[in-house]
């Protein structure tokens, strides 16, 4: 399963994610196939923090199909679309990590910048063994993603 690096703003999207509340991110690309995902907040925090998996990537227009009915959703359906979303990827799993800085990143691999949206860490071995060895925090905090409700639709 491949595994990348996800740029990720801290506030006010993070905080939900601990807690199970967004299950989904939103994204204009994304792969399209399950995959793990190293999360960095940009600044200001500038660190490596967590651990995702992410289900395969589902378009905005299936559910503008499944939620037609719901004015709210298809409501904010459209704004997602107008920023330029296509896709919502199912946060499957959540895991937080000893937190890890851009800065010490830096350090051991020069030549590596943060993305603006993703990077295939598979491109890069060395890195993805070094951000494996982080130790993991806490419980694993698994989403059940069975179904979806109209309010989930197209939040944060």
């Not at 800065?103 to 910048?113: A, G, L, V, Y």
């Amino acid at each position: 399963m491949k595994t990348i690096f996800l740029s990720f703003t801290p506030e006010p999207f993070y905080e939900p994610i601990t807690k199970g509340v967004k299950r989904y991110e939103y994204r204009s690309r994304f792969c399209n196939e399950e995959c793990y995902a190293y999360l960095y907040l940009s600044a200001p925090v500038q660190k490596v923090v967590a651990r995702i998996k992410f289900g395969k990537r589902i378009e905005l227009e299936s559910w503008e199909k499944e939620f037609s009915d719901d004015e709210e959703a298809m409501k904010r359906l459209k704004e997602f679309k107008t920023e330029g979303k296509r896709y919502a990827i199912p946060i499957l799993e959540f895991q937080e990590i000893a937190p890890v800085t851009l800065k010490r990143i830096k350090e051991q691999f020069t030549d590596f910048r943060p993305p603006r949206s993703y990077y295939i860490l598979d491109n890069n071995p060395l890195l993805l063994e070094y951000l494996d060895s982080i130790q993991l925090l806490g419980n694993k905090l698994v989403n059940d993603l069975t179904c979806i409700e109209s309010a989930e639709v197209c939040t944060y």
